[in-house]
């Protein structure tokens, strides 16, 4: 430091102390600055992290929830829940999905049709959808799949929920089925969206559609500690799912399997209605189909046998069947002619036989029966069925009248409200209503026809119990259901029913006619129907007084019969099957207290009273032996 | 500020006495710290690999440090342009013949331990360009002359690391080097036309650069651009700084390094596992204690009779302090990913090494600050 001088040296060290204190100010700045980011990421926005820290570490594993149970009335399990199996798989968690499909495709045996399937599917999905490799594994193939899983990564064995109907088709219209949820149900329903997972089962049809949000249940949580690789490192949390809620509904199973093999070989409908409480005791359509083919998901050919299968077993016929109610009408049309005062039950009218038909402005209105009844009463004429009778009553009752009580009495409406989204309306028809639905003014020969329940009537069998057992309650309303009410009092429910003839306020089961007197009538008319000679359905009688009943037939013409057949006069066996008359049967008892009513339909069956009464008396037995039994458990709270 | 006197040699215990006991703790305590953070990072291995070899290192390299500084800052001044040539030697052998991981060759395998001699660069460059401007007077800082050595001392270190390929190193190796000609006097100008011309060749530079490198720039730029590919890390690091919180998360509890989201975590990430783990609490006070040991070292600059000394403390406290902030803005997701370790902090022996034989150097001005070289 001698050579340049002191000078120069203290101008360099007062440039480098300069220097160095401006450069100390800019690290100071900086580290002011560090401190700040530190405290935004650390302080302010602490709660984001630590979610997004949490979001890294913790997996969900939803599982899928329990689904609640369907009881009969007496509590027996009806769709109960059975563990299933399953093997899934995500394309996008998975490193090399041929080789573990490859893998996967040794242990347990699949053939190469199953191979391309899955690869079909997963051509057609988005990768992060989960693919099914399997929907029904062995419990032996399952454990073998767990053994085997530390080398197979991606895939995932899930045990899930699946439903077991232990009665096969007895209830496949009433319960529906339950399938793997689809697009549509998700999208359709925010709960099934919200509970979702892979092989989740939905309710398809039926009171498992409707009750979906109370079977359902909730998810069992569990919540996994990953690492940065998907590893499991340890379990946290488990949080229990609730098992839906189980629902008991009315019907005994019991009677229902019976109203099954009763149809087995036919096509039709059978519905049983306490005439009291409005419960549903039974209800079946044939033919039916099995639930429990659902529970793997259907194979397409079944399913497309199902739906060529012109007997319909995808249609619960009971409530969505639309069909002309022929003669069972006939105690609803006289039931009108009496209230409105029109005719005298005394009124004669001579039913001359096909010879001498009615006419009517040049159009001839037959009786069924060929040689004619002669002259016939209100009361006869329901007893034998009298076309001609009840083609002048309803002459004189005229159509709006008619509508007017039908409707009173539950035709043309929806019976079951609140439970099954596929009932049909059907169609009871007033002048005004061919004016709005078809445009035309209404002719007196359709009144005519209309009298002997064909032509636009159409009815549900459903529709028609509900008719019979305000009929047979004497006149009152009631409330059809299919979830029993354990609150409902038969005796309370009676005493109104006694009672409520002269009261100006509306009671909860009011009177729907004008005259009591005129139901008993009607009533009286239907047991000789059945219990005395000459009666339509007098070959199915039971004298026994505990099983007495009284009934209506009704035989519907699906096509109008020409002149050249009536001629003909064929046997049943001569007719092609789908121009064949549906065979109906009305009927409520015990008589001398009646309880139950129901509608036995027999599609292309023929008569009423060689096909339907028939079962109607088989089914009356089993119906009131079962009743005690009934009763026992409606009187008793404590049970289910 | 009490030092022996050049007149005559003083005991080994005088020395002793002399020696920065502020910065030896400091730099103690800061090792203490990175075992515990590396031995944090282990846990999840179930092997302590990087925790006793990061504790190794910094026992031996603690000795040497203190073993170098009691070694006459005269010899370093003398030893200095060796010292570089030596370094640069290595250089170009760790470039053309030197190990490659990951498609960068920066290692010598010396069996004992991997050297990356441009970590050691970093030093020397401080210490040759000290060296240089000890004699060079303020006003002819400025002149052609004395401008073209440095800036090509400066330039063939840059330019060989930079094809290695090694961007966060050479960036380093540049800025400590334009610390040390920043405090010798250049005209301000001279930086501002470079930097000027660096943007202008932007472009090109950007065409050179390997696909990797353009990635993290532009994943620098926005890291939800490729939350899964590049913009990885930086995500990940936010999220484990932010989601320590106030205090932490507690030593050994941070999810986001012991569930292994955390990239790097021995080396670039140090900070941020410790950041998860101790909060913003944790992270100010190892602020503070790198701002203590930066601060001691600017007072033995200050206090240093020869120019050789002071230009290099000066300069290696900036340079220490651009390795901190770089380190720290990078994993902040405030600067792009480049790769620069945090001094003492990460693991990796080289860094460490360099950074002791500064701080030895740095000791060594404190015993021999009334030195005076000529």
Same mark, same amino acid.
């Given at each position: 430091m001698i050579g340049d001088g002191i000078g120069s040296n203290i101008k360099k060290s007062k440039l480098i102390n300069r220097r160095m204190f401006i450069a100390s100010t800019a690290k100071a700045v900086v580290f002011f600055g560090i401190i700040g980011r530190l405290f935004y990421l650390q302080v302010e926005q602490n709660k984001k992290y630590l979610t997004l820290s949490d979001k890294n570490r913790i997996r969900e594993n939803k599982l899928p929830p329990v689904r609640g149970e369907f009881r009969d009335y007496f509590g027996k399990t009806i769709a109960g829940n059975l563990d299933v199996y399953e093997l899934h798989v995500i394309p996008e968690q998975v490193e090399d999905f041929r080789v573990l499909i490859t893998r996967v495709k040794q242990i347990l045996n699949l053939s190469d049709k199953n191979i391309d399937n899955i690869y079909k599917i997963k051509n057609n999905q988005k990768p992060w959808e989960t693919i099914i490799i399997s929907d029904n594994l062995s419990w032996n193939e399952f454990s073998k799949i767990n053994y085997y899983l530390y080398d197979l990564p991606g895939l995932k064995p899930v045990i899930t929920v699946g439903r077991n109907y232990p009665f096969n088709e007895s209830y496949s219209h009433v319960l529906g089925y339950v399938a793997y949820a689809s697009q549509n149900d998700l999208s359709s329903n925010e709960i099934i969206n919200d509970r979702h997972v892979p092989g989740l089962r939905v309710g398809k049809n039926g009171l498992e559609k409707t009750f979906e949000a109370e079977l359902i249940g909730t998810n069992t949580i569990q919540r996994f500690e990953v690492n940065a690789y998907g590893k499991r490192i340890n379990q946290l949390e488990v949080q229990n799912g609730d098992k839906g809620n189980s629902l008991r509904i009315s019907i005994d199973t019991e009677i229902q399997n019976y109203t099954s093999e009763l149809l087995r070989y036919e096509a039709g409908s059978i519905s049983i209605m306490d &005439?009291?409480?409005?419960? &549903?005791v039974a209800m079946n359509s044939s033919p039916s189909f099995n639930p429990n083919d659902f529970l793997y998901g259907i194979g397409s050919k079944k399913w497309k046998d199902l739906n060529s299968n012109p007997s319909k077993p995808l249609i619960n016929k009971t409530i969505s069947g639309l069909y002309s109610p022929g003669s069972t009408i006939k105690p609803i049309v006289a039931l009108s002619a009496l209230e409105n005062n029109i005719i005298s039950p005394d009124l004669k009218v001579n039913c001359k036989g096909h010879k001498n038909p009615l006419e009517l402005y040049g159009s001839k209105y037959h009786c069924w029966k060929k040689k004619g009844h002669g002259y016939m009463t209100l009361s006869n004429a329901i007893k034998q069925s009298c076309d001609t009778y009840f083609y002048e009553v309803s002459r004189l009752l005229g159509v709006d009248r008619l509508n007017q009580t039908a409707r009173k009495f539950g035709l043309g409406n929806i019976v079951l409200k609140d439970f099954f989204d596929n009932e049909k309306k059907g169609v009871v028809p007033s002048t005004k209503w061919k004016k709005e639905a078809i445009g035309q003014n209404w002719y007196l020969g359709e009144t005519l026809i209309t009298g002997i329940g064909q032509g636009y009537i159409q009815t549900t069998p459903l529709q028609l119990t509900l008719m019979t057992a305000q009929l047979a309650n004497g006149g009152n309303k009631i409330y059809p259901t299919i979830i029993p009410d354990s609150n409902k009092n038969i005796e309370l429910i009676k005493n109104q029913m006694e009672n /409520?003839? /002269?009261?100006?306020f509306p009671e909860d089961y009011y009177s729907l006619v004008r005259n009591k007197e005129n139901v008993k009538f009607v009533l009286d008319a239907m047991f000789r129907s059945t219990n005395e000679i000459y009666g339509t359905s007098y070959s199915s009688r039971i004298e026994d007084p505990k099983y007495q009943f009284a009934g209506k037939t009704g035989t519907a013409q699906v096509k109008r019969i020409t002149e050249a057949e009536r001629e003909l006069d064929l046997k049943l066996e001569q007719i092609p099957y789908k121009e064949r008359d549906h065979a109906w049967y009305i009927a409520f008892g015990p008589y001398k207290n009646p309880r139950y009513a129901l509608t036995v339909l027999v599609e292309h069956g023929g008569s009423g009273s060689s096909v339907a009464a028939p079962i109607a008396k088989k089914l009356f037995k089993k119906i009131i032996d079962r009743h005690e039994e009934r009763e026992k458990i409606r009187t008793n709270d404590k049970l289910i | 500020m009490k030092s022996y006197s050049t007149f005559g040699e003083t005991s080994f215990l005088q020395k002793v006495r002399y020696l920065d006991f502020y910065l030896l703790i400091s730099i103690m305590l800061l090792g203490v710290i990175s075992i515990l953070a590396m031995y944090s990072t282990d846990i999840s291995d179930g092997n302590f690999y990087h925790s006793f070899n990061h504790a190794i290192r910094f026992g031996v390299f603690f000795v040497f440090m203190v073993i170098l500084s009691f070694v006459n800052i005269k010899y370093y001044f003398s030893l200095s342009f060796p010292f570089y040539v030596l370094v640069l030697i290595l250089l170009v052998a760790a470039t053309f013949f030197g190990t490659a991981v990951s498609g960068s060759q920066r290692w010598i395998n010396l069996y004992f331990l991997n050297l990356q001699p441009s970590e050691l660069m970093k030093i020397a460059i401080i210490v040759f360009l000290a060296r240089y401007y000890h004699r060079v007077q303020p006003d002819a800082v400025n002149t052609i002359k004395k401008f073209i050595i440095p800036f090509v001392i400066l330039i063939i270190p840059i330019l060989l690391v930079l094809s290695q390929p090694d961007l966060g190193t050479s960036v380093l190796i540049a800025l400590s080097g334009i610390a040390v000609i920043w405090l010798a006097g250049i005209n301000i100008k001279y930086i501002v036309y470079s930097f000027l011309a660096l943007v202008i060749s932007f472009p090109f530079v950007i065409s050179m650069l390997k696909p990797y490198q353009k990635l993290r720039i532009l994943t620098f730029i926005n890291p939800d651009r490729d939350p899964l590919g590049a913009g990885y890390q930086i995500i990940q690091s936010k999220i484990a700084v932010g989601s320590g919180g106030l205090t932490g998360k507690g030593f050994l509890k941070g999810t986001q390094g012991y569930l292994d989201f955390l990239p790097e975590k021995h080396t670039d990430f140090i900070f941020t596992l410790f950041s998860e783990e101790f909060g913003f609490v944790g992270s100010v006070l190892l602020l503070i204690l790198y701002v203590i040991i930066i601060f001691r070292i600017l007072i033995i600059g200050s206090n240093s009779r020869n120019y050789f000394g002071k230009f290099f403390c000066y300069g290696f406290g900036i340079s220490i302090f651009f390795y901190i902030s770089v380190n720290m803005l990078m994993v902040l997701g405030m600067l792009p990913i480049v790769g620069s370790p945090l001094p003492i902090m990460s693991y990796g022996g080289s860094s460490m090494l360099s950074v002791m034989i500064a701080l030895g150097i740095v000791m060594s001005t404190r015993i021999y600050s009334r030195e005076i070289i000529n």
């Open positions: &005439i009291y409480t409005g419960e &549903i /409520n003839e /002269n009261l100006s | -």
